[in-house]
C-alpha cells in the first residue's frame, strides 16, 4: 500500500471518528438545564426571646439564623417548602417569664422575600415542613426520583453554604452517593452552616436527599436524610397539610398558613 492510500484511509478514520464522537454528545443529558435553580428558596428565621422578672421589667433580644429549602408543591396562592428540622425548632424553650417565638421570611432565587411559617417538623429525620404565602412565580418545583440513588451514582447540590447566595447566584456542588449508615445517608459533598436544608439531586435534576449536617473535620463528607425517608415525609404531610388547607378555605376558618400583620 503506498503512501496515498495510506493517508487516505487515515482521512477517511478521521471521519467516521469524529461522525461518532459528534453523535454521542448529542445524545448527552444537558444535566445544566435539567438543575431545578428556581426550586432554591433561602430561609431566613429571626428568634424572638422576650425575658420579664418579678417586678416586671422586660429584656428583649433578637437571634438570627439562616438555612437552605427547596418547593415541593406549588398552590394558587402559595408553595410548600422542605427544608432541615433543626433549623426550624427553637433551641431556646418557654419557660417561666419567658416567651419565645420565631420569624421566617424565604427568598426565592431572584432575591424577592416572603412570609413563611412553620407546619411541622420530624427530628428523627431532620425534616421540615413550611408554607410560604404569594410565592407564585418565578419559581419551580423539583421533582422527587422514583427511585433511590445507587452507591456511587454522581449527585448534584444546590445550597447556600454560609450564606453565599445572592439574586440568580446559588452555588451548584457536585458529588457521589455513598450508601446508608444508620438513620442518615452518606454522600460525598462539600457543606457548611448554610448548606442545612438544601436538595440533593440525581442527574435528572430530581430529589434523592437533603443536606442536614456535615463532619466538622471533614467537610466533604455530608450526612443526608434518607431517601425513602424523605419520600415518606413531604408525600405524608404536604398531603396532609394541603387537605387541610382546603378544609379551612371551605369552612372560612382562620388561616395558618398566612402571618397577620
Not at 70 to 79: R, S, T
Request: charge should be positive; proline fraction near 3%.
Amino acid at each position: 500500500m503506498n503512501f496515498s492510500n495510506i493517508r487516505k484511509l487515515l482521512v477517511i478514520f478521521l471521519i467516521i471518528s469524529f461522525g461518532l464522537v459528534s453523535c454521542a454528545h448529542s445524545t448527552h443529558p444537558n444535566v445544566k438545564n435539567m438543575l431545578p435553580r428556581k426550586a432554591f428558596v433561602h430561609l431566613e428565621k429571626t428568634l424572638l426571646v422576650k425575658s420579664c422578672n418579678k417586678e416586671k421589667k422586660c429584656m428583649s433580644m433578637k437571634f438570627r439564623s439562616s438555612a437552605s429549602g427547596y418547593i415541593v408543591k406549588k398552590q394558587a396562592d402559595g408553595v410548600f417548602i422542605i427544608t432541615a428540622a433543626h433549623f426550624c425548632e427553637n433551641s431556646i424553650k418557654d419557660k417561666a417569664g419567658t416567651n419565645v417565638s420565631s420569624v421566617y421570611k424565604a427568598k426565592r432565587l431572584d432575591g424577592t422575600a416572603f412570609d413563611a411559617v412553620l407546619l411541622h417538623y420530624q427530628r428523627d429525620i431532620d425534616a421540615c415542613l413550611m408554607y410560604s404565602d404569594g410565592m407564585i412565580n418565578q419559581i419551580e418545583v423539583v421533582q422527587i426520583s422514583p427511585r433511590a440513588p445507587e452507591i456511587g451514582e454522581k449527585i448534584f447540590n444546590i445550597g447556600a453554604p454560609a450564606s453565599i447566595v445572592g439574586p440568580g447566584m446559588v452555588p451548584i456542588l457536585e458529588g457521589r452517593y455513598n450508601g446508608d449508615l444508620g438513620i442518615s445517608a452518606f454522600y460525598t459533598l462539600p457543606a457548611y452552616p448554610g448548606s442545612s436544608g438544601s436538595m440533593i439531586l440525581n442527574e435528572h435534576g430530581q430529589l434523592v436527599g437533603m443536606v442536614h449536617s456535615v463532619y466538622m473535620n471533614f467537610k466533604v463528607m455530608t450526612l443526608s436524610t434518607k431517601y425513602t425517608d424523605l419520600k415518606g415525609f413531604i408525600n405524608k404531610y404536604v398531603h396532609k397539610f394541603s387537605l387541610y388547607k382546603d378544609v379551612m378555605k371551605d369552612l372560612d376558618l382562620d388561616n395558618i398558613f398566612v402571618i397577620e400583620n
